[in-house]
Nanobody, 128 residues
């Protein structure tokens, strides 16, 4: 059974940092591309970052480049998103998702964000 479980969200002041985790089960993480997405109230879902299979490529939305870093620990089957210099506009529910492809669909100029497997999300609120 495929499962993705996010954690690490919370309330942080502007300029602060958080590290999100996505623990996966039911598949071998290193074999597939996997991404982070976010959705703020009243806004469309946004692709934040993605890492392709074997860590060959990483992608970032322009709004988070230089502030967020995606990584994964294949031994722990866990994906991470280190978020630094957080801004109020980063406030959203953050999700991890995979479509069991080896490339980052929707991030790499091919495909869409219509991934088949999603976690339940973790809330990130950036506010003073």
């Amino acid at each position: 059974q495929v499962q993705l479980v996010e954690s690490g969200g919370g309330l942080v002041q502007p300029g602060g940092s958080l590290r999100l985790s996505c623990a996966v089960s039911g598949f071998t993480l290193r074999r597939y591309a996997i991404g982070w997405f976010r959705q703020a109230p009243g806004k469309k879902r946004e692709g934040v970052s993605c890492i392709s299979s074997s860590d060959a490529n990483t992608y970032y939305a322009d709004s988070v480049k230089g502030r967020f870093t995606i990584s994964r620990d294949n031994a722990k089957n866990t994906l991470y998103l280190q978020m630094n210099s957080l801004k109020p506009e980063d406030t959203a529910v953050y999700y991890c998702a995979t479509d069991f492809l080896n490339y980052c669909s929707g991030f790499s100029g091919f495909g869409t964000y219509d991934y088949d497997y999603w976690g339940q999300g973790t809330q990130v609120t950036v506010s003073s």
